[in-house]
């Protein structure tokens, strides 16, 4: 593999997901599971984070087989990170049942000499905190890419304003846009986005796909369209795996948002990451380009 490494901090977890279908169960999870299942299909990924004596053998062994090194991946005494999620009829919408840190609540990340010069920096859903402490550590990153959730905008807003104003690409859905900005229309939250450091936000659109924000350009991206969804959960992270990780072997912005668009509709075929196990490469080239010819 020629590409760039990338290094990522962000959740991993068990989760416990209900589909308006009645499918529900416990799975793995974390938006640094999804994340490193689908950039690792293009680049190294080196892993921060954290799991509990209780994490199965399952998530090690996938740990083992999709990150490039397991240096800065701790397993401690106590529980993992655990997420629980209820899904709305429209497969869409959903509410949180419980969010409980676990071993997250105070995780101290030290990152090992090796992975502090990695190029391309993802900082996943996770505490800002943690998403500082972690790039304090990092040597001049060539590309700080950022992704959050509605809960840290009502929980931890300035350690996040901090976060952004270190971003060089910012990831958010429509929503969190306006709790972050008050505007509706989601090319305006991204230019006002813009102004607070990134050079780029992405505004995710759930089944519409992306809109690149920019301060000289706005792009749609579309999604590729799954009619029967399994299960919706991962879907950013999968996005943004496959976005940073297309960044790391040298494609453009709009390609890798292209390749994140179609690599987000394998992870929604699966319930918990299975999904994203599926995206051959043919099957990818041949979503890419429908995706190509969409947007
Ligand atoms: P997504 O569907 O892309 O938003 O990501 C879903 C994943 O995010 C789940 O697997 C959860 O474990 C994880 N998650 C949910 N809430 C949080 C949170 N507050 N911080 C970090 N990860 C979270």
Redesign the pocket.
Known sequence: MNSDSILTV??I?I?WLEMPDGTEGEVL???A??FVLAASQFAPVHIVGVVGSDFPQEGHDLFKTHAANLDDLQVVEGKT???G?RYHENWENRT?LF?ELGV?GDFKPTISQGNRSCPLVFL????PSLQLDVLSQIESPRLVITDT?N??IDTALDDLKEVIAKTDILLLNDNEAEMLTGLTDSEGAGRELCRQGPKSVIVKLGSSGALLVEEERTVPVAAYKIEDIVD????????AGGLVGALAAGESLIDSLITGSAIASFSVEGFGPSGLYNSDKDELAQRISCIRNLS
């Open positions: 962000g959740s977890a989760d999870g974390g938006s599971t999804y990170f655990r997420w999620g949180t969010t997250f996943a859903n996770i505490q959730m809960l840290w919706p959960t991962g879907a950013g992270d999968s996005f």
